[in-house]
């Protein structure tokens, strides 16, 4: 978790994003993604199961290995995104 907290530190201190994308080698603008969308996404059903791979994800990019970064960032997402008005239970 105090990754998590440097991290949150890194990117209010030195960048600004505009939206995130996937494959980019850099997993910062999904983390930036997430984060924007977290409280407004507290009533999902998976809603600490995305937390926990958030975490996963986090670890993932202080070790630099940006590709598992964004794979468990996107699954962490997709578990708050709502899909046709419904959020995913599975």
Do not use: W
Not at 24 to 47: G, S
Not at 52 to 74: G, L, Q
């Amino acid at each position: 978790m105090k990754y998590f907290y440097i991290l949150l530190f890194f990117l209010f201190s030195s960048y600004a994003y505009a939206g995130h994308s996937q494959g980019n080698d850099t997993c910062i603008d999904d983390l930036v993604h997430y984060q924007n969308m977290e409280n407004k996404r507290t009533d999902a059903p998976l809603f600490a199961e995305s937390q926990a791979m958030r975490d996963k994800a986090v670890e993932m990019n202080v070790t630099r290995d940006i590709a598992k970064c964004e794979e468990y960032m996107e699954e962490a997402l997709r578990m708050i995104r709502k899909t046709d008005g419904e959020y995913p239970t599975e």
